[in-house]
Nanobody, 124 residues
């Protein structure tokens, strides 16, 4: 399984960005996708996830209410819409996927496949 990311970029505080992640294979339901982010000198941290079948979203407390994760099964693609961005959101955002969809892990070792990462920079 390969994950290809696109999007990200630079924006000022309060702005919006989005990123997408496309799977190289099709899954009907038994899969989950998500994003982690890693700022310089910090560990990779959970951002959001979604179950592929039911589309149930999960968010970290730091982004809840500002970020929205969604998926389009027909396009094998997940999306992360990021609104009301803050400088502390600055990081490399990594798309991830796992067949262990019944338990959404908030740590990196709970996920199996990773995208190449995309930079998100929020300036004050």
């Amino acid at each position: 399984v390969q994950l290809t990311e696109s999007g990200g970029g630079s924006v000022q505080t309060g702005g919006s960005l989005n990123t997408s992640c496309t799977l190289s294979v099709c899954f009907s339901s038994s899969f989950a996708m998500g994003w982690f982010r890693q700022a310089p000198g910090k560990e990779r941290a959970f951002v959001a996830a979604i179950t592929w079948g039911g589309g149930r979203p999960y968010y970290s407390d730091s982004v809840k209410g500002r970020f929205t994760i969604s998926r389009d099964k027909a396009k094998n693609t997940a999306y992360l819409q990021m609104n009301s961005l803050k400088p502390e959101d600055t990081a490399v955002y990594y798309c991830t996927g796992s067949m262990r969809w019944e338990t959404i892990a908030t740590v990196p070792y709970g996920w199996d496949h990773w995208g190449q990462g995309t930079q998100v920079t929020v300036s004050s």
